[in-house]
């Protein structure tokens, strides 16, 4: 019983940080339609952004729970909060590459140098990258309201936000 409680715990965690990609990836993603368009690159629907969602919440809940993660819990928020960003932001630019460079795998028939070197070279950088820069503040809005929560507590930030009472009580502590 305790098994599933703890089980039951952890997945209410994830179902916000799940919701909160899943919206901004969308976001993020309408704003790519227009941009991609124009360098002709196909955008992603629903599902494979909702697929990246879960991802990208199990990478952070795994990532979470690395020594590494806190090696700043006992400096001031921002130390933590900029080491978590910029950690969360180096562990997304891989998976998202890999994403961009999936379609570019066989285009060509040939060995994976040369779908790499024509991946170089038809790709563009410049929107890739300021894609990127989208993410790394979606990341610091996230690991923001994460660490204050850690900091002050889930009670008083619900309280905060949504007044006292306005919610009922979720214990999210393991």
């Not at 179902?15 to 704003?31: E, W």
């Amino acid at each position: 019983m305790r098994m599933l409680s703890r089980i039951g715990k952890k997945a209410l965690r994830l179902v916000p940080v799940f919701f909160f990609f899943l919206i901004f990836f969308t976001l993020i993603n309408s704003v790519e339609v227009f941009l991609f368009k124009r360098a002709g690159i196909t955008p992603f629907n629903f599902w494979e952004i909702a697929i990246a969602a879960a991802l990208i919440t199990k990478i952070v809940f795994v990532v979470d729970e690395l020594p590494i993660a806190h090696v700043f819990r006992e400096k001031p928020l921002a130390y933590g909060i900029l080491w978590k960003t910029g950690l969360y932001w180096i562990l997304l630019l891989p998976v998202r590459f890999l994403i961009r460079f999936i379609p570019y795998l066989f285009a060509t028939g040939g060995s994976i140098t040369m779908d790499l070197t024509w991946f170089s070279t038809q790709f563009d950088w410049s929107l890739f990258l300021s894609i990127q820069a989208f993410y790394l503040l979606l990341l610091f809005i996230f690991v923001t309201f994460q660490e204050l929560t850690y900091k002050i507590g889930v009670k008083k930030m619900r309280k905060l936000f949504f007044g006292k009472g306005s919610l009922p009580s979720i214990d999210l502590t393991l």
